[in-house]
């Protein structure tokens, strides 16, 4: 029988526990994030078939197959460093945004393509170091919105996966200034424990 270390156990554990991870796997999801996005578009009505999307932090791919199923006569980019799970009409892209490759190689996709909806759930390593932790989750909610700013046509929508802590605040009311409404929401699959929520930016002002 395979050995788990303790940390391990203690995560497949939770997943017996879990709600929306036993639905996942009673539904053929390919994570149980999927339910996260599900419920943000049941709240928002965020998507439709003819949309072009970004979507950052892909992996392992549970969002990306939830757009597929939704997003039919539009463009969906994916873009993670890790495999993602996704059908042949996705945009892969394996690499991570703010790197000059993964930057340049969405440049060339996107510059032809303005965008209806950015939507990032990247979150970065965890060391256990709680301010550097959320420094580094910052700078990925910061890469999302610059990237939103980049692509996004007017009128356009932006979803960000953001860590509360310190710097949000500032960095939802710079938001503001761009969007005509800005939300910060937490999805009924999102854990209870976990400091994330969503920040729902609606009509980009151009
Ligand atoms: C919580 S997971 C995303 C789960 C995914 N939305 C799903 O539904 O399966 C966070 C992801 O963010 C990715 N990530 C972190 N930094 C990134 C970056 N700079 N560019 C792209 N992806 C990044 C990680 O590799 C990780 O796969």
Redesign the pocket.
Known sequence: MARHSKSSQRWLERQRRDYFAKQALDQGR??R??FK?EQLDQRFKLLKPSMNVL??????????QFLEQRITQGTLVA????PITAAAQTHVIE?????PD?DAELATLLDPLPLDLVLS????NISGVRSADQAQAMY?VE?AEEAALKWLKPGGDLVV?VFQGEGVDAWVAGLREHFARVQLVKPKASRPESREVYAVARQYRG
Do not use: N
Request: aromatic residues 4%.
């Open positions: 390919v994570s994030a999927h996005l979507e950052l932090g892909a992996a392992p791919g549970g969002w990306t873009v993670d460093p890790l690499g991570s945004i703010g790197e993964t759930d990247m979150a970065p990925l890469i996966k």
